[in-house]
Structures are given as structure tokens and as C-alpha cells.
């Protein structure tokens, strides 16, 4: 791998790119190099440092400032042993160096940090609209209950696969080639050249490259297609209050089997609720679905404690005292 010189800029007496190796002192003033003042040459005007041999980044006199040999054990300039003496500092190739924040940037940093905040604040928000809660007396107005019964009917329904997961019972099958999924394949590399400051008043170039891929599209057979399945058709609903007593709607079926628009029961749900109103504030009323224990504890002109949400002024029917 072949060095190039480094360049340096006389401080003293203003003289422009010498270099950084074979001039350890100014050839015009005789000044000592600074080696803080090492950058990397313009494109093109790389200039090979010829039968160098790299022995290490060069130490800094820490009495006169003068770089040295990584191999030399005593300053060049002033006799200074290099025990306890640091190395020169590296320059950074401008070309590879993350790029610099410019001014604007702290406003578009700021938008992770409100995006932040909203999403904690809307956290908080919930938190507080769930826990903070009032006591209130609830009166026990009225008591209603409901009951509903699905019914199901076997029809035909369209419906969408990929082929390979269709159900065995489909019919009037179509297929059509979609997209599925797509795949990376290799497109070659993206290659970068850096420069590497090697600390001796000459670099090295060092290239690195990273796969490239582009995206193709996997096709596949989608299949439309018809299937037979239950679904709801309709639900029958039956209710009443305290006084009527809880039977479920009378269920009418027409054909039943498994053929094609045979019927069948599906799923029964209940709910008893009960109808509540503020004691005090007699604007305010609530309704909540309760288990059947609380429903037949609580009568009508009841009285009992409730919390409700100060934030909406929801019910929390969960804390409603049924003993």
C-alpha cells in the first residue's frame, strides 16, 4: 500500500504546501513543523512518499512543540527524552468525516423531542382521565335487561387466497398473478475511498465497499374463489325491566342441515343494566351492564357509592357497592 506526503502550511514565514514528511522544518525559515497544521493535498496533487516505512505515529515535544520520529527517543530539536510525550493529533479526511450540523439542524432535532413530549403527555393524559376518580351517591332508577340470539345461514361467500393455503372446499376458482413478496438481489457494490492520516506526516488511502441490492418483485397465483360458510343472517332480541321475567326471543329457523341456506342457532348473549342518577346533581345519570348478582341486589330507590372519572364523567361501574 503506498503513503503520500501530508501537507503543511509555514506559520513564520507563510510559505504554502510543503511537505509533510521530507519537511520537518520549513526550507525557506528554518521553523519547526507544526503538525497541527497538517491537511490532506488537493485531488491530484498527491505527491508518494518514496521508500517510506511507516514505524508509528510521530510523538510532539512537549517542551518545543516540535513532532519526531515515532523511532527517535530524543527530540530532534531539543534534546527532550519522548517518555511521557504524547502523539501528534490525526487529521481527519474532510471527505469521510460525518457531515457537519449546520444551523438549522437543532430545529429539525427538536422534532423528536415534541413528537416526545405529545406522546408522553397523551400517556399521562389517559393515565390521569383513568385513575383520578370522585365519590358520588347513584340512585337506582330502573333495572332492564336484554337478550339476543344469532342466527346463522350457510351461503356462499367470495373470498381471496394465495393457491397454496386456498381450503380444500373452494369452487368457481380463478387465478391471477400478483405480487407476493419481493427479494433482495445482489446489484454489485457502493464503494468509497478514504484518506487515513497515518500520523507521520504521510496517509494511506483506504477503500471500502458495501454489497448494493435491488429489490425484485416475487409473483405468485392468487386465487379467487367461492366457499360455503356460516355467517350471522340475523339476530332475534328480546327485553324487558325488573317486572317481566327474562325469557329468550323464540327462535324460527328454516331449513336446517348443512346444505346450501340451511339455517342454525348461533351464539345467545344477555345483559342487565342498570339505570343510575346523582343524588345530588339529579342532571346526571348512568347506565351500567352488571352481573346478575348486583342486578337482583340493587332495587329500584336504591342508594349505594359510586366513583366516577373527573375527567368525561364516566361510571365506573366496576366500584358500584351492591351490599
Not at 342441515?257 to 346533581?281: I, M, P
Request: proline content about 6%.
Amino acid at each position: 500500500m503506498p503513503s503520500y506526503e501530508m501537507l503543511w502550511d509555514c506559520t513564520s514565514c507563510g510559505t504554502k504546501k510543503l511537505l509533510g514528511k521530507s519537511h520537518r522544518r520549513c526550507p525557506h525559515c528554518g521553523a519547526p513543523q507544526d503538525p497541527s497544521t497538517r491537511y490532506f493535498p488537493p485531488p491530484g496533487e498527491e505527491v508518494e512518499a518514496a521508500g517510506h516505512v511507516y514505524v508509528g505515529a510521530d510523538w510532539r515535544c512537549a517542551a518545543c512543540e516540535t513532532p519526531n520520529s515515532r523511532a527517535a527517543d530524543f527530540c530532534v530539536n531539543c534534546g527532550n527524552h519522548k517518555d511521557g510525550n504524547a502523539e501528534v493529533k490525526r487529521v481527519v479526511d474532510a471527505a469521510a468525516a460525518p457531515a457537519p450540523v449546520i444551523a438549522a439542524a437543532p430545529a429539525r432535532r427538536r422534532w423528536p423531542l415534541l413528537l416526545g413530549a405529545a406522546v408522553i403527555g397523551l400517556v399521562v393524559f389517559a393515565l390521569v382521565a383513568a385513575l383520578w376518580k370522585r365519590d358520588v351517591q347513584v340512585r337506582v332508577e330502573s333495572h332492564s335487561w336484554s337478550r339476543s340470539i344469532d342466527v346463522e345461514r350457510l351461503d356462499p361467500r367470495h373470498e381471496s387466497a394465495w393457491c397454496d393455503s386456498m381450503p380444500g372446499d373452494a369452487y368457481s376458482v380463478s387465478r391471477s398473478r400478483e405480487v407476493r413478496s419481493h427479494r433482495q438481489i445482489p446489484d454489485g457494490e457502493t464503494c468509497t475511498t478514504s484518506r487515513v492520516d497515518d500520523g507521520d506526516g504521510t496517509f494511506h488511502t483506504e477503500k471500502k465497499c458495501s454489497p448494493k441490492y435491488r429489490s425484485e418483485p416475487v409473483y405468485a397465483d392468487k386465487c379467487h374463489y367461492t366457499v360455503d360458510r356460516w355467517g350471522v343472517a340475523r339476530t332475534l332480541k328480546s327485553g324487558g325491566g325488573l317486572q317481566q321475567a327474562r325469557a329468550w326471543p323464540t327462535v324460527t329457523l328454516g331449513r336446517t342441515g348443512s346444505c346450501r341456506g340451511c339455517e342454525r342457532e348461533g351464539q345467545r348473549r344477555e345483559v342487565l343494566t342498570l339505570a343510575l342518577r346523582d343524588t345530588r346533581e339529579t342532571d346526571k345519570t348512568w347506565s351500567c351492564d352488571v352481573d346478575e348478582a348486583r342486578w337482583r341486589q340493587l332495587g329500584d330507590g336504591t342508594v349505594r357509592p359510586m366513583k366516577v372519572r373527573v375527567i368525561g364523567g364516566g361510571a365506573d361501574c366496576g366500584s358500584l357497592d351492591f351490599r
